[in-house]
């Protein structure tokens, strides 16, 4: 290790210490031996998996996948995959000794129960990749400190979306009962985006605005988005791991340094394209029954009023940098564009320019 990068683990965790973050402390007792980390990645061919391997073998780690084989089982072919499953096959895990364990695919509370029992005596150190749907309300602005979503019956078996963020929330609990809160981090991240992206739900706004013409958008120009991009997420996990940082963090970029008008100005720039947007006000949205169509827009009112207000500064004082979204737009379609026409052709969000223009003309007959 240079004498560079322990300079700045050395200035970032005093900076975390003066930010009294939780860890903080930890992080600085790490600081004056790097090392390379076995690191345990539960998952880690899904979408965001694959960035936070990269970026932890870019740093000279060494890097162990745990799944069934399935999702992108040729990604790393020179990496150690044991197979199993989450929900009744650890065996592959017992009796392994890992610094640290990155679990980005914990869904339902008995399987990470499950996975932090087994490994608490083997693993230093447990990162559990949650989500701000862990928060109760995303009615009022999320910070660390929020309530979180209660599950009803902690019996439940069977996954089920509804119980999402419930779930996660059930599920962080249980991370930190397992491993105690000295050697558990929580990361909730809102929606994540980049090239990967498998929910198509970003990607549908640049893809949409390289088509030109009139553009049905939602809202109004200074609608709040905010997204993560998956690089800047995985960067910060993997300084996580790195300085050993402890505690609970959103991920996202700023409140309120992001909007529908900025989508569309820098998915213009990339594309070297104009739309003509029509803004089309929350209540015609509402009243089509729009939302599920429009991926990462939510109307400023009702239950989602503040789902774009998730404070990450917690994250970013311990060092987290988010690069600019036209920067995630460009790549994000540099990717789109490597995906067959098949792929394509059936994004989970996709409007006929037909369907847009019969919404348009609804809208402007309402005057
Ligand atoms: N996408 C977002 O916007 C977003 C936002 C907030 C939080 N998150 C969180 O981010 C995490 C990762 O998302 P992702 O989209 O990258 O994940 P993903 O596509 O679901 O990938 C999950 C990985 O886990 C493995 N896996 C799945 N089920 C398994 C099982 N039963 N046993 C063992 N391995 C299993 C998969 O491989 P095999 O199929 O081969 O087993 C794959 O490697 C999740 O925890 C999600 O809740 C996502």
């Known amino acids: 290790m240079t004498t560079n990068r322990r300079q700045f683990i050395k200035a970032t965790a005093a900076g975390a210490i003066a930010a009294g973050l939780p860890g903080a402390s930890a992080a600085d007792s790490h600081e004056s031996e790097w090392r390379p980390l076995e690191i345990l990645v539960l998952g880690g061919t899904g979408f965001i998996g694959p960035h936070m391997v990269r970026e932890a073998l870019r740093r000279g780690h060494s890097v162990t996948l745990?799944?069934?084989?399935?999702?992108?089982?040729?990604?790393?072919?020179?990496?150690?995959?044991?197979?199993?499953?989450?929900?009744?096959?650890?065996?592959g895990l017992e009796g392994r000794k890992w610094d640290v364990v990155v679990d980005n695919s914990?869904?339902?509370?008995?399987?990470?129960?499950?996975?932090?029992?087994?490994?608490?005596?083997?693993?230093?150190?447990?990162?559990f990749i949650s989500s701000i749907s862990a928060y109760d309300s995303m009615a009022e602005p999320m910070h660390e400190d929020s309530p979180l979503a209660a599950l009803e019956d902690e019996s439940v078996t069977e996954f089920d979306w509804s119980l999402y963020g419930a779930?996660?929330?059930?599920?962080?609990?249980?991370?930190?009962?397992?491993?105690?809160?000295?050697r558990t981090t929580v990361l909730r991240p809102t929606?994540?985006?980049?090239?990967?992206?498998?929910?198509?739900?970003f990607t549908y706004w640049p893809v949409r605005v390289r088509q030109g013409g009139r553009m049905l958008c939602p809202g109004g120009p200074e609608h709040p988005i905010q997204v993560i991009d998956v690089r800047d997420l995985a960067n910060f996990t993997i300084d996580v791991v790195e300085?050993?940082?402890?505690?609970?963090?959103?991920?996202?970029?700023?409140?309120g340094s992001y909007s529908m008008r900025q989508v569309l100005e820098d998915s213009e720039a990339v594309s070297a394209t104009t739309v003509?947007?029509?803004?089309?006000?929350?209540?015609?949205?509402?009243?089509?029954?729009?939302?599920?169509?429009l991926p990462i827009y939510h109307p400023i009112t009702g239950d989602y009023s503040h789902a774009s207000s998730a404070s990450a500064e917690?994250?970013?004082?311990?060092?987290?940098?988010n690069r600019p979204v036209r920067e995630t737009i460009r790549d994000l379609l540099t990717w789109w564009d490597t995906l067959p026409a098949e792929?394509?052709?059936?994004a989970r969000f996709r409007m006929t320019l037909e369907r847009e223009a019969e919404l348009i003309a609804e809208w402007e007959s309402q005057g």
């Open 167 to 182: 779930l996660k929330a059930v599920s962080e609990r249980i991370v930190g009962e397992e491993m105690g809160a000295d």
């Open 314 to 321: 917690r994250a970013r004082a311990a060092g987290m940098h």
């Open 66 to 91: 745990f799944n069934r084989g399935r999702t992108n089982n040729t990604l790393f072919p020179d990496l150690e995959t044991i197979i199993g499953d989450r929900a009744d096959n650890l065996t």
């Open 243 to 255: 300085r050993r940082i402890t505690g609970v963090f959103n991920t996202a970029t700023p409140v």
């Open 106 to 127: 914990g869904y339902m509370h008995h399987d990470v129960r499950a996975s932090a029992r087994l490994l608490a005596p083997n693993v230093d150190h447990y990162i």
């Open 276 to 293: 003509d947007p029509v803004w089309v006000g929350d209540e015609f949205v509402i009243q089509q029954q729009l939302m599920g169509a």
């Open 343 to 346: 792929r394509h052709e059936n």
């Open 191 to 201: 929606y994540i985006v980049g090239p990967g992206d498998h929910t198509d739900r």
